[in-house]
């Protein structure tokens, strides 16, 4: 790994410019665009700065204030420029107190539990006095050494540069089918629809637009770009020793992070218009409706029960204009946060062959836990579920996890039974 091959855009914080004249000069040997504020610039400037994907702020921002008071102004500053749209970065200090970057670290971790602003993926220090001595040439080999030594910042450089040069090759290859320059946006557009419409299933004719077309259109090209993803990532260096040492969490922290990447993988929550009806959307079931009740569900408001009916339509029977939808019951609760009531939930409570469970998922800043029952069937309209007094759209699964969902469904629904040779017998009549 070459760190300078990987940076391409870098932020200077510094209260004298005079102090980084080399490191502009190495920037700008690589390529590498830049650009300089002092601390005052960053209180005085009301307009947003762009994201840079490595910021080198000097950790003595005010040389008349104590060190405890220049790392509020680091604070101050990340807090100004990264808003919620900044987007991912690092974040290189410039000390020769390397003692004062574990005291940064503790209280940017406060700003990151707290959500305040975007704070850096990774903290390094260097040492400037070093440079000024002896000039910036080293600056690249010992910012390398620093990474090596810090997997997350590795995998953050490796994983973004694969992106970017995924996203590049993905493309150029769709753009390439279109050559013509002078057809380029009718040809572009036809190739969209026709990727848009495939990835929804959602039947058109005579080439109309259906509401949301154009984010299927981008989910649609999303999946290209997994496939070069896939060719760019195989190539990267591993970042994992041979060993994993788990950190000291406890288990409803552990459960916590894991349900909120369980939701990322498996959950689209951006799905809010209620008047497209697409199999895999679950909804809260407003208006009772026995049919999908899940029996024996908790109902104590401790445990939060929300009864949730998923549409189960399979993609074919979708794409033929269908204007019913196949629903299947179940309930989301609030996740236990012990081993224990977990174990009672999954091996007691919802353990059935007719029960598919999800868990865990954050949903609504709560760890959560789903129990669909495919025994709970019923065929609604359409139309009714587009009725918010009857149903409230909640988010979409994914393709992975409805695919799963309903191949577990099919198989339970299509399971053979055993014919068995029996005697005939009387009818039994009951005598009152």
Not at 297 to 308: D, S, T
Not at 324 to 352: D, H, Q, W
């Amino acid at each position: 790994m070459r760190i300078a091959d990987y940076i391409k855009s870098a932020l200077i914080i510094d209260n004298k410019e005079e102090e980084i004249k080399g490191l502009q000069d190495v920037l700008l040997s690589e390529g590498t665009y830049f650009t300089f504020y002092t601390p005052k610039d960053i209180d005085n400037d009301e307009k947003s700065i762009k994201n840079h994907q490595i910021i080198f702020m000097d950790f003595s921002l005010d040389d008349t204030k104590k060190p405890i008071d220049n790392i509020a102004l680091i604070r101050k500053a990340l807090k100004k420029i990264c808003s919620d749209n900044f987007g991912s970065y690092g974040l290189v200090l410039w000390t020769k107190h390397m003692e004062y970057i574990q005291e940064v670290k503790m209280k940017l971790s406060i700003d990151s539990e707290n959500n305040t602003y975007t704070t850096p993926l990774f903290v390094v220090g260097l040492d400037k006095s070093a440079y000024l001595q002896n000039g910036y040439r080293s600056l690249w080999d010992d910012l390398n050494s620093q990474l090596l030594e810090n997997n997350a910042a590795l995998f953050f450089f490796n994983w973004r540069n694969s992106v970017d040069a995924a996203s590049d090759n993905a493309l150029n290859n769709m753009y390439h089918l279109v050559p013509n320059y002078n057809e380029q946006t009718k040809g572009f557009l036809y190739l969209l629809y026709q990727m848009a419409k495939n990835y929804s299933g959602i039947p058109t004719d005579d080439l109309k637009v259906y509401d949301g077309m154009h984010t299927d259109a981008y989910r649609a090209f999303d999946e290209l770009l997994y496939s070069d993803l896939i060719s760019q990532q195989s190539k990267l260096e591993n970042i994992f020793p041979e060993t994993i040492e788990k950190p000291d969490y406890s288990f409803e922290k552990e459960l916590d992070q894991i349900a909120k990447i369980n939701s990322r993988q498996l959950l689209d929550l951006s799905i809010t218009d209620q008047n497209i009806v697409l199999p895999g959307n679950v909804y809260k079931i407003v208006k009772s409706n026995s049919f999908l009740e899940l029996k024996g569900a908790p109902k104590r408001q401790k445990y939060n029960p929300i009864p949730l009916a998923i549409e189960m339509t399979p993609p074919c029977d979708f794409a033929h204009k269908k204007l019913s939808s196949r629903l299947v019951g179940g309930i989301m609760i609030n996740c236990p946060t012990t081993p224990e009531k977990l174990s009672e939930y999954v091996n007691s409570t919802f353990k059935a062959d007719s029960k598919y469970l999800i868990w865990p998922i954050y949903y609504e800043d709560k760890v959560r836990f789903i129990c669909l029952d495919f025994r709970n069937i019923f065929v609604e309209s359409d139309e009714t579920l587009k009725e918010v007094n009857s149903y409230k759209l909640l988010f979409m699964v994914k393709h992975n996890l409805f695919a799963d969902i309903l191949q577990k469904f099919s198989s339970h629904a299509a399971r053979l039974g055993l014919s068995i040779v029996q005697p005939d017998l009387p009818e039994y009549v009951s005598k009152k």
